[in-house]
């Protein structure tokens, strides 16, 4: 139970907990005064009355049992109120709701957090962080969400700073810095809260910095531990040394490990069942990948932690040496499934390289990739036995010749990615993920670099362009038990926000064209859309407040895209920029039919 007071939909009944689809075996749980648990944050999924993480439960599938707004009845899904950002700091918004007694919050672009009353949209508060000039975001000044416990409100900053706010006023109860932002660090993840520490990780990979993990007491912002990602880097816990990430120079070359990228910036799930951690790294500094030769750990990887120490318990490398910015920070999921007629516990990855990974959750073993992309031509599949990729030597840039760029190489899909930071869905319902990818490709060649503190290190260009005449953005449903391709939907746009998949069969998403939509989630039929006035980059929520269902998304265009996509960018630059919460409901009098 939360708690022992009532939540908003004082004294329901079993009959009205299954109107809203959940039946009468559904826990009725209560609203705490103190506020959401971690124990709570781990139940987030199987409590409709709240939104309480990132991803709708540690495991982030953003399945949600309701079936109260279905298949049948989304067409008479309707707008309850639109809430502004206001000012002139728009740009991308790229952040997931929260809700939890009365109140959604929502980080908003130039690291701002709002409280809205989640049934009048009115503005509770709202937080500023005050950031200094000096700031070196890569790609754009978004924030993808916050975290909640207890009486906080805890999110990070472009400054990488990690702030907590006192959840009623918006006050600072602490703010502790994560890095040095002149060094070209900074934040944009959602935090993971487990076991009361705040676990969430770094941004900056373009700039030679070096990724980490850090866990922090909630209450004090202390840090805990801290797990470096790239090897030769040592650990620490409690501020003692905890042992070297990896192995001094086993696959890096000389002082390489000092700047070798590997950031962890889009934050990780958290498995109850196996107690790990998973978090994704980014890509090696530089992006030439001839300057630095080996598989260069543990960049473009998925990690497993230990929660109580930072140690890394198994690791797997989707992309080794990789030669075109595939980061792999995508988020690992856990899920169950029957494979060859054997119960698994396992995790899916749909990765920039274009390849989806099933991984045992356990030990990390390879269990299958499958493309979820048109096309991949750096590699042509994943040998079985080893999990490794099958490189196409003559699709990696060339190395450069003196102060000469080297060979120029067309590659599929591009650096933003088959799938970039959008999160995925998984549905227990159907068995399938739902996965938000983009179909392009990019000319890319190699160029002389030097390490300099601050400053961009890359060592390659690059061209995007499409690879299909009808679409760039397709949202697929996979199934993992096969690696096919059940259906797909294609959006003309780059597809760039997070998906929600439902009980009621459904599945939404947004557009860069403004629209949220919705999709059958067993055929890919699109059934009801609504035009928000701006690009969808956010990720969708739903809840049940007062016995309706509701729905809520962020729309403000921006990211990556119109940043580095070049003649794809300028292909959609009349996309209107904006700021706003949009909250939809399924009125009571729609709920039946």
Known sequence: MKGNMTRGWIGASLAAIAMVGL????????????????????????????????????????????????????KKLVPAFASSLGGEKQRGQESQPLVYDGTIYVTGSYSRVFAFDSRTGEKKWEYDARLPDGIMPCCDVVNRGAAIHGDKIIFATLDAHLIALNRHTGKVI????????????????????????????????EFGITGAIQARDVNTGELIWERPTIEGNIGTLHGQPNGMTGKLN??????????????????????????????????????????RPGDNLYT????????????????????PHDGWDFDGVNEFIPFDATINGKAMKLGAKADRNGYFFVLDRTTGKFVSANKFVLQTTWADGYNAKTGRPNFIDANRPGAPEGAEKGKSVFASPSFLGGKNWMPMAYSKQTG??????????????????????????????????????????????????????????????????????????????????????????????????????????????TWVQDGEQYVAVMSGWGGAVPLWGGEVAKTFKEISQGGSLWVFKLPKEAAGN
Do not use: C
């Open 432 to 541: 399938l993920f739902y996965i938000p990818s983009n179909d392009w490709g990019m000319d890319i060649w190699n160029e002389p670099i030097a390490y300099k503190k601050g400053a961009a290190y890359l060592g390659a260009e690059f061209t995007i362009r499409p690879i299909a005449p009808d679409h760039i953005g397709a949202l697929r449903a996979m199934d993992p038990t096969t690696g096919k391709i059940v259906w797909e939907y294609k959006n003309k746009a780059p597809l760039w926000g997070g998906v929600l998949t439902t009980a009621g069969n459904l599945v939404f998403t947004g557009t860069p064209e403004g629209y949220l939509k919705a999709f059958d989630a067993k055929t890919g039929e699109e059934l009801w859309k609504f035009q928000t006035g701006s690009g969808v980059v956010g990720s969708p929520i």
């Open 250 to 291: 086993a696959t890096w070359v000389g002082d390489q490990w000092k700047t070798g990228g590997g950031a962890t910036w889009l934050g990780g799930t958290y498995d109850p069942d196996t107690n790990l951690i998973y978090m994704g790294t980014g890509n090696p500094g530089p992006w030439n990948s001839h300057l």
């Open 23 to 74: 039946g009468a075996s559904a826990p009725v749980l209560a609203q705490n005064a103190a506020g959401p648990t971690s124990q709570d944050i781990v139940n987030d999924a199987s409590t409709p009355g709240d939104v309480i993480s990132y991803g709708l439960g540690p495991q982030a599938q953003r399945f949600s049992a309701l079936t109260t707004l279905n298949a049948g009845n989304v």
């Open 174 to 205: 602490w703010n502790k810095t994560i890095a040095d932002y002149q060094a070209g660090y900074s934040a944009t993840a959602a935090p993971l809260i487990v076991n009361d520490m705040v676990v969430f990780g770094n941004s900056g990979g």
């Open 300 to 319: 473009s990887s998925t990690l497993a932690i230990d929660p109580a120490t930072g140690v890394i318990k198994w690791h797997y490398q989707t992309t």
